[in-house]
């Protein structure tokens, strides 16, 4: 079973930019996480999709925008991107029943 | 508000050592407990999950839950150099909203050869 897939896996933008990043689960599996990693702060929690629908949500400001597909999979929208925004995004997916989750590779964002 | 408390470390062991990494919790309806390593630069793993009190064991790995003291522990018996690595701890929320993970910041461990 192929595992999660993000792309791509690096960005660099500029200040004032959009950008989107996109999460392939694992087939199967409807529920996707985001999650912002940057080394000060740990992993912080996005937002949560499940059947096209957002089922949590984390403490982001309103730049910070989701989707999710008939499909499952998920796209992250960051509108007017500021210098704090540069970390590591990580997509997680997991099984209906449970909550384990299970990572993607990554995209790491670089804003300058 | 619901937390997860790690030792950030350096936790550093000799090759051959058992490490044992803390991870206490807030939220006393918790009901599932993962813990993931994470290379540097890349994505955490998942390593064990325990749903109920006592032990679990898997490989050179456990897992130990005590509910009524809110802390879980992972042991990694026979440290390896390659178990070098964060390692996060991760409880489930509400039982009504189990998907949401709160996430300790992560102890970071050295093996020594």
């Known amino acids: 079973k192929a595992g999660v897939t993000q792309t791509p896996r690096y960005l660099i933008k500029t200040r004032g930019q959009q950008v989107t990043l996109s999460c392939s689960p694992i087939?199967?599996?409807?529920?996707v996480s985001w999650y912002q990693q940057t080394p000060g702060q740990g992993l912080q929690f996005l937002f949560e999709y499940f059947s096209e629908t957002q089922r949590n949500k984390g403490n982001f400001p309103g730049r910070f925008s989701g989707r999710q597909f008939s499909n499952s999979r998920s796209e992250m929208n960051v509108s007017t991107l500021e210098l704090g925004d540069s970390a590591l995004y990580l997509c997680a997916s997991a099984p209906d029943r449970g909550n384990i989750q299970y990572f993607g590779a990554g995209t790491r964002l670089s804003v300058l | 508000q619901k937390e997860v408390e790690q030792n950030s470390g350096p936790l550093s062991v000799p090759e051959g050592a058992i490490a044992s990494l803390n991870c206490t919790y807030s939220d006393r309806g918790s009901q599932s407990f993962f813990w993931y390593r994470q290379y540097s630069g890349k994505s955490p793993e998942l390593i064990m999950f325990?749903?109920s009190n006592g032990d679990k064991e898997d490989g050179r790995f456990t897992a130990q839950l005590n509910k009524a003291s809110q802390y879980v522990s992972l042991l990694i018996r026979d440290s390896q150099p390659s178990d070098s690595a964060t390692y996060l701890c991760a409880v489930g929320a509400d039982a009504g909203n189990n998907r949401k993970l709160i996430w300790g910041l992560g102890t970071s461990l050295a093996v020594n050869p």
């Open positions: 087939s199967g599996h409807r529920s």
């Open positions: 325990i749903y």
